[in-house]
T-cell receptor
């Protein structure tokens, strides 16, 4: 099956610093990738949709200047949390969509746990 | 995206079948029904999807009501590894998967 990886799996950073999270589709090309965040005991919340070679589309309420998304190739998307604060601590999950005909199955990465101290 | 309603939690004993219900009364004709599950501290995992007909795969079966306003995910023999949060999601013309609160399945030995 399709595999999506994320790096790092865990990261601890100090308040005010920036953190970059990578999402890779390992055995397929993904024209579209998605970024989610998940707080403890809560469901996944879609943050943005990332299309290769174009600007990401952010969901309402998500600050695009704080969560920078780059999708420079068909196998790699990155999420940079800029000037991180403790309230940004969360589980960040990416997914990649298989191109082709509907229903466009999505495959998820294992997640990155960010802790901001 | 149309909304789904699932019970917050369900319990099962190991080796028994589990039927996880999902109501989606506002489903439109082009919405696919997707099921994902999430084990603790992991990303969601695709389980199964369908449009109108019942579907079977190695993980589960999906039974879709004739009017498509509800569906049931069937795990034929629950194992401890099936303990997870199961999400029923409708997917229409957009790419997005919008997650609801899901059903937390507990499996007891």
């Amino acid at each position: 099956g399709a595999v999506v990886s994320q790096h790092p799996s865990r990261v601890i950073c100090k308040s005010g610093t920036s953190v970059k999270i990578e999402c890779r589709s390992l055995d397929f090309q993904a024209t579209t990738m998605f970024w989610y965040r998940q707080f403890p005991k809560k469901s996944l919340m879609l943050m943005a949709t990332s299309n290769e070679g174009s600007k990401a589309t952010y969901e309402q309420g998500v600050e695009k200047d704080k969560f920078l998304i780059n999708h420079a190739s068909l196998t790699l998307s990155t999420l940079t949390v800029t000037s991180a604060h403790p309230e940004d601590s969360s589980f960040y999950i990416c997914s990649a969509r298989l191109a082709g005909v509907p229903p466009y199955e999505q495959y998820f990465g294992p997640g990155t746990r960010l802790t901001v101290t | 995206d149309a909304k789904t309603t699932q019970p917050n939690s369900m319990e099962s004993n190991e080796e028994e079948p589990v039927h996880l219900p999902c109501n989606h009364s506002t489903i439109s004709g082009t919405d696919y029904i997707h099921w994902y599950r999430q084990l603790p501290s992991q990303g969601p995992e695709y389980v199964i999807h369908g449009l109108t007909s019942n579907v079977n795969n190695r993980m589960a079966s999906l039974a879709i009501a004739e009017d498509r306003k509800s569906s049931t995910l069937i795990l034929h023999r629950a194992t401890l590894r099936d303990a997870a949060v199961y999400y029923c999601i409708l997917r229409g013309n957009t790419d997005k998967l919008i997650f609801g609160t899901g059903t937390r399945l507990q499996v007891f030995p």
